[in-house]
Every structure is written in C-alpha cells, then in structure tokens.
C-alpha cells in the first residue's frame, strides 16, 4: 500500500511540473485485471475462464479531440465461441454414466445429468474445435461496431487487409467478420488469407518459451501440481451422481470426471442446445477449478515471474507487424483496416507486451494470480484489441486503445486519454519490442551455456 501511495504522488508530482496527464497501469488497470470468488459466483459463466462467451459491449466511445477523424483501424481478434476441442469429455462421461444405469449404480441426479448430456450430444458430435454458431454472431457484431463507431474510415473504396491463423474457426472467424463489414460497406475491398505465411507473427511461440511453458517439464509444473491436488476436490460431486461405493471404486477416476463435467459445463454458454450443468458443482469447487485453468493460461501466455518476460514476448513479431502496417496505412491513405485474427494464446500475450490494463503483471505464486490476472477478462471468445488511429488536416496522427471495445489505458504519457500521440506510441512500442527480444536472445544464449 505504501508503494501505491508513493507512485499516486510521484505521478501527481509529475503532472503539476511538466503540465502533462501521465496515465499509467497503476491501481485502476490492478482493479480491471483482477477478480474474486464473489464475481465469479454472481455469473458462474465466467468460471468458464477463456470459454466465457463474448460479454455485451456497454461501453461508450469517448469523442475524438476536435478537428481529428478516424482514418484506420489495426485490430488483432480471437475467434469466436467454439465447441469444445474434441469429442472426448462428451464420450468418457456418458459412456460412464450409461454403464453406472445399466448396473444400477447411479443416482436419480445421475441420471437426469445423463439426460442432459445425450441432448447436447446432438448437437455437438463431431464439431470439436468449430465455430458455433454464436462464434459467427459475435464476429458480425463487432464488425457492425467498429463501422458504427467509426464510419469515416470504411467511406468510399478502400482496403481491407484480413488475415487469420491456418485454424478452421479462425478462418471462419475472419469470414464472419468481412462479410458483415462488406455488407455494411459495399465499396470496401477486402483481402482474405489463411496461410503458414503469416504464422510467424499471428501465432509465434519461441523455443525458448515453449520450453518453460511445457506442461511436463517446465519449471512451474511441480509447484502447480500441489495446487491443483488441493484444489480439484470431485469427491462430493462424485457421490452426487453415483449410488455404488465399489462401483467408483472399480470405474470412476473423480478428478478426469470433474475434469470433464467442467469443460462440458462452461462450454454449454457458447453454443445453442439450451441446457446447463452447473448444478454438478458447488460455486466454490466451481472456481477452485477456475483458479487451475486461470493460472495455466497465465503461466503459459502472459508474464509469470518465473518467465523473466520470455513467454509474453512471443507476441513482439505481432507489435512488429501492427506497427509496420500502421506505418503503411499512414502513408498510403487507401488501407482502411488490418485484421488480424487468432487465439487467446496470441491475444494474451499482447496484452501484456502492449502493457494494456496491467495485464503485464508479474505473478509468481499460483494461489496469488487471481488477486493480480484474470483470463476471462484478458481473452473470452472473440476478445479482441483494437488501435484506432485519427489525423487533423495537419497531418498530426492520435490513437487509441481498445481491448473488447472498451478504451484502455497504456504507460505512455498523454494529456488527452484515450487519446496518445502515434509518435510517443510507436517510439515507446519499438523499444520495448527491441528490449524484449534482448531478453530472448540472452535466456537463449543462457540455456546454450
């Protein structure tokens, strides 16, 4: 507490001498990034971590300083709400509850659980990994926005630049998107691609990251062990749904059932067959499930601390490519659009290279990274971040930050929020992409030794 009072009056100090509005991260990005069981428990959706499904945009756009209009948009999306991944869960647990029925060792909840589950089965079966059909609408729906919220840039006949990862549902993804932009805006000319061409910076991971994120051998792995055995806790959920003692002896593995029923359960948001399966879990083992998932996707995508900031450069060759083709966009006025889509692997790590919202935090302790990151609030389905830019007749170039459409903060000073001057941006970016790849150069010259 003493260190936030300190930088509250440093930054205020700052402020009254050089006549200029610093807006760092600080407590309010702190505020955003953060959660807690309370949160979680009023919307159990959002247990469902990076399955939440795309959350109503309320928020409003603040006005562009006068004389100032928008003139381009750099965006990077996630794809929308998906199936689950695979098969899989939806198999091992109706096959376990069906042979629970037939040798009479389930219960009356059991059994109306195995109901539920054959009803979503119909829709689900052999989609593992495809765009729902909510994953289209949450792609039309942003695309409807960003023309709303700024028309002046897809005016007339210009181009669009769309490109997505070689995934199917991201490709479906960018489809979605185009077609409610060229449906809005006739005269805009769109480039699609799906290629390994461009994998190189919409979905980069180093060897060097891959190495500390590997989920056997990485660094972190034996210390999230003992925190996942403390808190996956299937033993009530399993007398819930079984009546035999022998028979779980003999058939049931409670933590790969848990495992199963959650991602069925949290999946349920994002696509159309109407049923839920929260009532399997407590709020509690709800978010202590939660808490395992939430501190995988940081480990594996932002900045743990163990990390030195290797994993969460993986996205320096994306602010490459974002700054490169501001630049072009810039100088060529006919580019209206570059977008991007991907992953929560690809959007979490920008984030934190881009140092939105205090999404960059560094974390050691897997019990602590709730209180300082939060998945859900980092990437849902579809999340996305948007840098608008806008010019005045001199030619001076403003931009800002969206992340799911709302403005954000970044550590670059300004005195217009959400307003940045391009120039304080890309000279800040391009040193702290330069710093970062120094910081991968040197752990593997590190691991060489």
């Given at each position: 507490?003493?260190?936030?009072?300190?930088?509250?009056?440093k930054t205020f100090t700052l402020c009254r001498t050089k006549a200029v509005l610093v807006l760092l991260l600080g407590t309010s990005g702190m505020a955003l990034a953060q959660t807690s069981f309370e949160e979680v428990s009023a919307n159990l959706d959002k247990a469902g971590g990076v399955y939440l499904a795309y959350p109503?945009?309320?928020?409003?756009?603040?006005?562009?300083?006068?004389?100032?209009?928008?003139?381009?948009?750099?965006?990077?999306?996630?794809?929308?709400?998906?199936?689950?991944?695979?098969?899989?869960?939806?198999?091992?647990?109706?096959?376990?509850?069906?042979?629970?029925?037939?040798?009479?060792?389930?219960?009356?909840?059991?059994?109306?659980?195995?109901?539920?589950?054959?009803l979503v089965w119909k829709e689900t079966e052999g989609r593992g990994g495809d765009l729902t059909p909510l994953g289209v609408r949450q792609h039309q729906g942003i695309a409807q926005r960003m023309v709303q919220n700024f028309p002046e840039v897809f005016?007339?006949?210009r181009s669009v630049s769309a490109r997505s990862t070689v995934v199917y549902r991201c490709a479906m993804s960018m489809?979605?998107?185009?077609?409610?932009?060229?449906?809005?805006?006739?005269?805009?000319?769109?480039?699609?691609e799906m290629s390994h061409k461009y994998m190189g910076y919409l979905n980069y991971h180093t060897d060097i990251s891959n190495a500390f994120t590997n989920g056997e051998t990485g660094p972190w792995v034996e210390d999230y062990r003992k925190f996942e055995a403390e808190h996956v806790k299937p033993q009530r959920m399993v007398a819930a749904l079984f009546?035999?003692?022998?028979?779980?002896?003999?058939?049931?593995?409670?933590?790969?059932?848990?495992?199963?029923?959650?991602?069925?359960?949290?999946?349920?948001?994002?696509?159309?067959?109407?049923?839920?399966?929260?009532?399997?879990?407590?709020?509690?083992?709800?978010?202590?499930?939660?808490?395992?998932?939430?501190?995988?996707f940081y480990v594996g995508n932002a900045n743990p601390a163990q990390s030195g900031g290797i994993v969460m450069a993986n996205a320096?060759?994306?602010?490459?490519?974002?700054?490169?083709?501001?630049?072009?966009?810039?100088?060529?006025?006919?580019?209206?659009?570059?977008?991007?889509?991907?992953?929560?692997?690809?959007?979490?790590?920008?984030?934190?290279?881009?140092?939105?919202?205090?999404?960059?935090?560094?974390?050691?302790?897997?019990?602590?990274?709730?209180?300082?990151?939060?998945d859900f609030k980092a990437t849902p389905m579809a999340a996305n971040v948007q840098i608008v830019f806008f010019s005045n007749k001199a030619g001076d170039v403003l931009v800002k930050f969206l992340h799911n459409e709302r403005e954000v903060h970044v550590p670059i000073a300004t005195d217009r929020w959400p307003y940045y001057r391009?120039?304080?941006?890309?000279?800040?970016?391009?040193?702290?992409?330069?710093?970062?790849?120094?910081?991968?150069?040197?752990?593997?010259?590190?691991?060489?030794?």
């Open positions: 507490m003493d260190m936030t009072v300190q930088f509250i009056k109503e945009v309320t928020a409003r756009q603040t006005p562009a300083p006068k004389g100032y209009k928008p003139f381009y948009v750099s965006h990077y999306g996630r794809h929308g709400s998906r199936y689950l991944l695979g098969d899989g869960d939806y198999l091992t647990t109706i096959r376990l509850l069906e042979v629970a029925e037939q040798e009479h060792c389930i219960t009356a909840f059991g059994k109306e659980v195995l109901s539920r589950l054959h005016k007339g006949k489809a979605a998107f185009g077609d409610r932009l060229k449906g809005l805006c006739p005269q805009i000319e769109i480039s699609y009546s035999n003692t022998d028979f779980i002896r003999r058939k049931v593995n409670p933590e790969k059932l848990m495992w199963a029923l959650y991602w069925i359960a949290v999946d349920m948001q994002d696509i159309e067959t109407k049923a839920n399966f929260y009532d399997v879990f407590t709020p509690q083992e709800l978010f202590d499930l939660w808490q395992c998932v939430n501190y995988r320096c060759t994306l602010v490459e490519n974002i700054l490169q083709s501001a630049d072009e966009a810039i100088d060529n006025h006919g580019i209206a659009a570059t977008l991007r889509f991907g992953h929560d692997g690809n959007v979490i790590p920008l984030l934190a290279v881009l140092q939105i919202d205090s999404f960059d935090v560094a974390v050691s302790r897997p019990e602590e990274v709730y209180r300082h990151w939060c391009w120039s304080d941006v890309k000279q800040y970016y391009t040193q702290r992409v330069a710093t970062l790849e120094q910081v991968v150069r040197q752990a593997e010259s590190k691991k060489k030794d």
